[in-house]
Nanobody
Framework: QVQLLESGGDLVQPGGSLRLSCAAS????????MGWYRQAPGKERELVAT???????TYGNSVKGRFTISRDNAKNTAYLQMNSLKPEDTAVYYC???????????????WGQGTQVTVSS
C-alpha cells in the first residue's frame, strides 16, 4: 500500500509561481513513474507532467515551457515548479504514482488527495 501526500497549493496572482510537492510512502518499487494531473470545475482531469524513476519526463501541451517536474528518488518525492501562472491553471492538482517490482509486469496505480491551486488577482 502506497500513500501520496501533496502540498504547496495556494492562492497566487497571475504571473506568479508555486512549487508543489508530493511525498510517497509505503511499498514504492525502484521502477516507477510519478506525475501530476489537474482538474478544474466542469472539466476532465488532464495530464500536467510525469517523471520516471530513470529521469524521463513528459508534459501536457498547455504547460510546456512554464512548468518543470523533478524528483528526489531517495525521498520518493516529486516536485512541480509552476512559473508564469495563468488563471486557466486554476484547478485541483493530484499526484499520481505507478510502480512495479522489476521481476513482475503488473503495475500498481495510486492517487493523492489533491491540492488546490488558485490563480487570481
Amino acid at each position: 500500500q502506497v500513500q501520496l501526500l501533496e502540498s504547496g497549493g495556494d492562492l497566487v496572482q497571475p504571473g506568479g509561481s508555486l512549487r508543489l510537492s508530493c511525498a510517497a510512502s509505503g511499498r514504492v518499487f525502484s521502477i516507477n513513474v510519478m506525475g501530476w494531473y489537474r482538474q478544474a470545475p466542469g472539466k476532465e482531469r488532464e495530464l500536467v507532467a510525469t517523471i520516471s524513476s530513470g529521469g524521463g519526463t513528459t508534459y501536457g501541451n498547455s504547460v510546456k515551457g512554464r512548468f518543470t517536474i523533478s524528483r528526489d528518488n531517495a525521498k520518493n518525492t516529486a516536485y512541480l515548479q509552476m512559473n508564469s501562472l495563468k488563471p486557466e491553471d486554476t484547478a485541483v492538482y493530484y499526484c499520481n504514482l505507478v510502480t512495479r517490482p522489476a521481476e513482475q509486469s503488473t503495475w500498481y496505480r495510486y492517487w493523492g488527495q489533491g491540492t488546490q491551486v488558485t490563480v487570481s488577482s
